[in-house]
């Protein structure tokens, strides 16, 4: 599917707190680096993963469901097989009437449960990555996919 950057921009910009489902402690995982980098850029990152509840990354709990999850979140960011994507959807949508945005990572597309959020009124960005995407949106992005921040020739 074909996402506007004004879309995409509009979802970042609303969101301010993300449930990672499936987010891995080892920072060598994407589920890892992406939930780390959205924390430092100013969103409150939630970790889903029944093997890290109780531990605290980015300065806040992990939980083993979405259901166990206090408070609203703005976004559900899926890091999770696509046959495993709709059980997630419908636990989302169930707990967050007001839910915006169920984002799922590149690679990962469901259209059944896509459209079972879209028919909510939840917007639905399928094979996307929302560090890669802040970072090309939002001027982070360089030459080479690296922000050094160090203009120079030498090597």
């Known amino acids: 599917m074909t996402y506007t950057d004004d879309h995409l921009r509009t979802v970042l910009t609303r ?26 850029r100013g969103f409150r990152v939630v970790g889903v993963n029944p ?8 300065g806040q709990p ?16 899926i890091f999770r097989a696509p046959n ?16 915006q945005t169920i984002w799922m990572q590149i690679g990962i597309t469901h259209p059944a449960a896509a459209a079972m959020a879209r028919a ?11 560090k890669i995407e802040y970072q090309r949106l939002f001027g982070e992005l360089r030459r080479g996919g690296f922000n050094t921040g160090i203009i120079s020739s030498r090597r």
């Open 15 to 40: 969101a301010r707190t993300i449930a990672v489902v499936g987010l891995s402690a080892n920072p060598l995982r994407a589920s890892y680096f992406v939930a780390r980098y959205l924390s430092l």
């Open 84 to 99: 495993a994507v709709p059980p997630i959807v419908a636990e989302a949508l169930a707990r967050w009437p007001g839910l």
């Open 51 to 58: 093997a890290l509840a109780g531990q605290v990354l980015f």
């Open 120 to 130: 909510r009124g939840v917007d639905v960005i399928e094979d996307r990555c929302p």
């Open 62 to 77: 992990a939980f083993a469901s979405l259901s166990e999850i206090g408070f609203d979140v703005d976004m559900v960011d």
